[in-house]
Every structure is written in structure tokens, then in C-alpha cells.
């Protein structure tokens, strides 16, 4: 994900000067004021004098404040800021979800899901096997025609627990999610539903067992093969083929960004399903990936003696201020070694206090503040 970053045009002041252009009064202030409209900072903090603050900062800030602990302390940190607008306009559920399959069964009025991420790949990058929930998944990723391939097989033992054999017909539902940057998942495609299923947890959909009849709207019919066939490309081209066109979650830009189908059939061992996936990347989402890369536009840290990061303000403990989606706030402990910090606070050109280009956090305050945790 690329993060434009803006050149600061106002000169950089002393840190006491910045504190108080900045503020007219420190936390305690405002708390003493307008305690009732504070819903981040706990009510035992009212009456302590924090460790650090950086309070109500305007566009274009650039502010720090030192300060020293003389023994190891928890510190608890509240911060609100603004998060890039493309994260925060995705529900933190697709955070740190990587490219996956997901395949949906119906057992009484549960929505069991079976989730297939496309994590950890083998030395050869491009391949992927293992089993989940008894199910075994294999996949390929194709780089010159930007495409997975993937088979899962479950095993008929692993259905039986929810009620499924090879005579019943039963609500079914299949998903393809996409992640481009590493970060998040950032589209969804269904089969059957108009939402998602992995958190609606209903279907329209179903899977059908019998093939004496014509498939209708909505209905996937397994059919059947022997066992031990091989199910080489001529087999599979014989298959009823499913597109996946449902559009649940986010955008897809053009069919290459993604798209798919799949074929499914059944033998004496197993329930197998086949999936081609139109995506222009493979998107694999680490955590490190998020924690290590700028989530806020303004936002706050800490940084020890040396200079070194040691906190900061990250989408992965972030929830929403109130206003706008992008207005996230931060409520967190965190341990610290005796020495010397520096706390931080940067605003870009826009969206600060007493210049909101949208509808501004519900919070009391804007910036941050670090106290001794009880």
C-alpha cells in the first residue's frame, strides 16, 4: 500500500512552545470541565497528572514532550487520531486476512464456515497444501496467468458431523476473498448470498446430491465419479462450472482483481470441490505488515533515549472516536524500562483540531496522553 506523505510547511517550533500553541489547558482541564462527554479516559485517571501530553494539536504539527521513568512502569496510553482513509473504511474484521476460499455448510439453523487462507506457502512460493477441520485444500498459484487453482476434498467422515452425506440436498454457500496490500482483505465475492456469509452466517444457497433432475437457481449439484479416477484437465472440463459473481465486501476493479468459479463432484471417499480464481496478486497478510506500517495520518509514539520506536499508535488496536470513520482512538498498556522518552504527535494538512474537513471525533480531546496505570 502506497502512503503519500506530506511535507510539513510550517517551521518546526521547541516542543514547549508547540505544547502550548497547541492547547489551552492539559488534560486534567478538560476533564474537570467536561468529565461528563468523556467516554475513553477512565474515571480513576481524573485527578492524576499524566506522565505526557500532547493536547488538541493543529494541521501541520510536528510536537514532543520528554520524559523519564526512574523505575520499569505500565504506562496507559489514550490517543485518538486519524487513521488513511482506505483502512478505515474497511470493518476491522477483514484486518490481517489473507487471499482465501471460504465454503459453507448448514447444520440445523448454524452456518458452519470452513475458512482456506492462502498463508504460509511452501519454499516453492507458488504452491500450498494442508488440512484444516479435516479438510484437505490444495493450491497453485499460476504467476504468469495471475491465477490460483485450488482443490479441497472433504472427507465424508468430516461432513457427517454436521448432518451431510450424499442423499440430502443442503444449504451451501462459497466465498473468495482478495488482499492486495498485505493488511487486509479489501473485496469479497459470494456464490449464492448478497452478503457475506462468514458473518451474516445465513445462505441462499444449496448443494444438491442428485442429478435426476435439472440444477435450479442457486443449486450446485455434486456429481458423482468413481473413486480413484484421475481427475486430470479433460475430467474436469466435463464438470458444471459455478461462477462466483456476488460482489459482498468492498470493489473489484476488473475481473483480473478478482473473479472466479468453481466445479464440485463427489466419490465413495470424499466431497470435492474445484476453484479457479482470477487474482492479479497474491495478497498475504502478516501482522507485522500492519504493525510495522504507518496506519494514521496523525497519530502518536514514543521513541526511547536512543531513538528508537518503541510504541505506536496502529490500526490494530485501534476502534472508532465517534464522527468520521477515519477518527480512531487507542486505549492501551504498555510496559516501559526505566530511562528517558520522548512522546511524539504529527498531524498532516487536514483533519485536525479546530480545522475538521469531516465530522469531528466524539472524544473530549485530540492527540494523546500517558499516565502511570493502576
Known amino acids: 500500500m502506497a502512503l503519500k506523505y506530506i511535507t510539513r510547511l510550517l517551521p518546526l517550533f521547541s516542543a514547549a512552545a508547540l505544547l502550548m500553541g497547541c492547547q489551552s489547558k492539559g488534560i486534567q482541564g478538560i476533564l474537570s470541565s467536561n468529565g461528563a462527554g468523556n467516554k475513553l479516559i477512565d474515571p480513576r485517571f481524573y485527578q492524576d497528572e499524566p506522565i505526557a501530553q500532547i493536547i488538541n494539536p493543529q494541521n501541520y504539527a510536528t510536537i514532543d514532550t520528554t520524559f523519564t521513568l526512574t523505575q520499569a512502569s505500565k504506562c496507559h496510553i489514550y490517543g485518538v487520531g486519524e487513521m488513511v482513509v482506505n483502512l478505515a473504511a474497511v470493518p476491522k474484521c477483514y484486518f490481517f486476512k489473507s487471499d482465501d476460499i471460504e465454503i459453507f455448510f448448514k447444520k440445523g439453523k448454524q452456518l458452519q464456515g470452513f475458512v482456506f487462507p492462502w498463508d504460509n506457502p511452501t519454499k516453492k ?92 437457481a442457486g443449486e450446485a449439484v455434486a456429481l458423482r465419479s468413481k473413486s480413484g479416477v484421475v481427475k486430470d484437465s479433460a475430467y474436469l472440463k466435463g464438470l458444471v462450472t459455478y461462477q462466483i459473481n456476488n460482489l459482498a465486501l468492498g470493489h473489484a476493479i476488473a475481473p483480473g482483481d478478482l473473479s472466479g468459479s468453481f466445479k464440485v463432484d463427489r466419490d465413495e471417499q470424499s466431497l470435492n470441490f474445484y476453484f479457479v480464481v482470477n487474482d492479479n496478486s497474491k495478497g498475504i497478510a502478516l501482522k507485522k505488515n500492519i504493525v510495522q506500517s504507518p496506519t494514521f495520518s496523525d497519530y502518536g509514539w514514543i521513541t526511547d533515549s536512543k531513538g528508537k520506536n518503541v510504541w505506536s499508535m496502529n490500526a490494530y488496536y485501534a476502534r472508532p472516536a465517534g464522527g468520521a470513520e477515519k477518527n480512531q482512538q487507542i486505549d492501551t498498556v504498555i510496559s516501559l524500562k526505566p530511562g528517558k522518552y520522548k512522546l511524539n504527535y504529527v498531524t498532516d494538512e487536514s483533519h485536525a483540531w479546530g480545522n475538521w474537513d469531516a465530522s469531528p471525533p466524539t472524544t473530549v480531546f485530540y492527540g494523546i496522553v500517558v499516565y502511570h496505570d493502576k
Do not use: E
Not at 512460493?125 to 477441520?133: A, I, M, P, R, W
Not at 490444495?138 to 452425506?165: E, H, M
Open 125 to 216: 512460493k507458488d504452491t500450498l497444501s494442508y488440512v484444516s477441520n479435516g479438510a484437505s485444500y490444495t493450491g497453485i498459484y499460476n504467476v504468469a496467468k495471475k491465477q490460483y487453482l485450488i482443490q479441497v476434498k472433504f472427507p465424508w467422515s468430516a461432513l457427517r458431523s454436521l448432518g451431510i452425506d450424499s442423499v440430502n440436498t443442503v444449504s451451501f454457500d462459497c466465498a473468495l476473498a482478495d488482499n492486495d496490500d498485505g493488511m487486509k482483505q479489501k473485496a469479497k465475492m459470494v456464490w449464492a448470498s448478497a452478503s457475506d456469509p462468514l458473518y451474516t452466517r445465513h445462505s441462499t444457497g444449496r448443494l444438491s446430491f442428485s442429478a435426476s433432475r435439472p440444477a435450479v
